[in-house]
T-cell receptor, first 110, second 116 residues
Framework: AQSVTQPDIHITVSEGASLELRCNYS??????LFWYVQSPGQGLQLLLK??????LVQGIKGFEAEFKRSQSSFNLRKPSVHWSDAAEYFC????????FGAGTRLTVKP | NAGVMQNPRHLVRRRGQEARLRCSPM?????VYWYRQLPEEGLKFMVY????????ESGMPKERFSAEFPKEGPSILRIQQVVRGDSAAYFC??????????????FGPGTRLTVT
């Protein structure tokens, strides 16, 4: 059965610092992988996705993620965090029956 | 192009009442998904529908919950005889045909159900 683990429930970084959010997945075949962001009281916005090909994926808002099959990981990165990046981040795997991780809440310190 | 629309945005029901949540997919999308998000948790898949067909309802509770996506009109998630544990945010998403490189699910703003 497919599943997603986001080991970090809450992360705090200083504005301008780099960011890495971890995501590990379990899936029977080559997975479709996604990162979504959710601001308080809002729906989810897609940051980036991986289907196949280049394992380093560029997304919106300066985010990128790297698919590492050997580690079953799809970590999200950003070189310099902005205060507006404070939100909840969800990793997801699958297709029509998408499975979401529990989320990582990002706090940005001034 | 309007995004996925959900209404109402907030819904308050007393225990035992029925809740009806509506979702209009993006234009050109014929695939609809419903998710539930409990406080401090991620989204849990409930059901996947196409027009007039339930494709996968493996995440739906066995009782009181039902979903439909008629030929005309929005998709409806119906919860009968609501209980306090049904209080959550319910999100709808829509997509084009799965399996293509353009596939992604677009999410609506959600309906926040409160059962008193």
């Amino acid at each position: 059965a497919q599943s997603v683990t986001q080991p970090d429930i809450h992360i705090t970084v200083s504005e301008g610092a780099s960011l890495e959010l971890r995501c590990n997945y379990s899936y029977g075949a080559t997975p479709y992988l996604f990162w979504y962001v959710q601001s308080p009281g809002q729906g989810l916005q897609l940051l980036l996705k991986y289907f196949s090909g280049d394992t380093l994926v560029q997304g919106i808002k300066g985010f990128e993620a790297e698919f590492k099959r050997s580690q079953s990981s799809f970590n999200l990165r950003k070189p310099s965090v902005h205060w507006s990046d404070a939100a909840e981040y969800f990793c997801a795997v699958g297709g029509v029956d998408m499975r979401f991780g529990a989320g990582t809440r990002l706090t940005v310190k001034p | 192009n309007a995004g996925v629309m959900q209404n109402p945005r907030h819904l308050v029901r007393r225990r035992g009442q029925e809740a009806r949540l509506r979702c209009s997919p993006m234009k050109g999308h014929s695939h609809v998904y419903w998710y539930r998000q409990l406080p401090e948790e991620g989204l849990k898949f409930m059901v996947y529908l196409q027009k007039e067909n339930i494709i996968d309802e493996s995440g739906m509770p066995k009782e009181r919950f039902s979903a439909e996506f008629p030929k005309e009109g929005p998709s409806i998630l119906r919860i009968q005889q609501v209980v306090r544990g049904d209080s959550a945010a319910y999100f709808c998403a829509s997509s084009q045909t799965p399996g293509q490189s353009t596939y992604e699910q677009y999410f609506g703003p959600g309906t926040r159900l409160t059962v008193t």
